[in-house]
């Protein structure tokens, strides 16, 4: 989801520059010093201290450039992200709970502010869209967690089922009304699958499922990237 983002906020913005590249660099080492914090958070112990700080101390002079790019409007809305989000998934990993679906939703959130990060260092003009590339992606990755993670048997299932068709909802009246790009409503074709699933639900392997999704996420990108790039 971190490549869709990056991906997205890139096209949307049309170019990417040495700045776009270090942030893309910056977020990867940030995304792979998930494994040793959670492994210092469950057993804090120096190796895995140093490993921790090694990665996040490098993702940090890669993100300095990108970071000073970013306009006041976008820095305050990783703030708003950011506060409650990243103490409620490092306590989930300490849990060994970061899988379940509603400590999830955070880092969905958190893997959402990538794209208008990439969007607004690579010379994207509107914070506007930028606010809203974030609130769409986030809202399409939370639909994404509920159909991965439920089985025919959990109680998400109707969650996720309740969630995509508010969303739809939600989404349509405001393309509609001209709020959004009509082409965003689109965007969001996807989830008529995850109603399909949620209404006709089935053990699927992981693999088959992995390639539904790529396919889907794929899509939704077509069509914001066509919505916000015209």
Do not use: C
């Not at 349509?172 to 209404?199: D, H, K, M, Q, Y």
């Not at 390639?211 to 990237?225: A, D, S, T």
């Amino acid at each position: 989801m971190l490549a869709s983002s990056l991906a997205g906020g890139f096209l949307i913005a049309g170019q990417i520059d040495l700045t776009g590249v270090s942030l893309l660099l910056g977020l990867a080492l940030l995304l792979m010093s998930k494994a040793p914090i959670r492994d210092f958070l469950r057993n804090p112990v120096q190796p895995h201290a140093l490993w921790a700080a090694g990665y996040l101390g490098a993702s940090g002079l890669l993100l300095y450039p990108a970071l000073v790019r970013l306009p006041p409007g976008i820095l305050i809305l990783s703030g708003l992200v950011m506060a409650p989000s990243v103490p409620v998934y490092l306590l989930a990993m300490h849990r060994r709970k970061e899988m379940r679906i509603r400590y999830e939703v955070p880092a969905m959130a958190l893997l959402a502010l990538a794209m208008p990060y990439a969007y607004s260092v690579s010379g994207g003009p509107d914070t506007g869209v930028a606010f809203s590339i974030f609130l769409l992606t986030f809202l399409y990755y939370s639909g994404s967690s509920f159909r991965v993670r439920s089985t025919p048997e959990s109680k998400s299932l109707r969650a996720g089922l309740l969630y995509d068709a508010a969303v739809i909802s939600g989404v349509l009246i405001l393309a509609v009304s001209g709020t959004l790009p009509p082409v965003v409503a689109l965007a969001f074709l996807p989830f008529l699958e995850n109603i399909w699933r949620a209404l006709n639900p089935r053990r699927e392997k992981l693999s088959h499922l992995g390639r539904i999704e790529l396919l889907k996420v794929v899509v939704y990108l077509f069509f914001l990237v066509l919505a916000y790039r015209t």
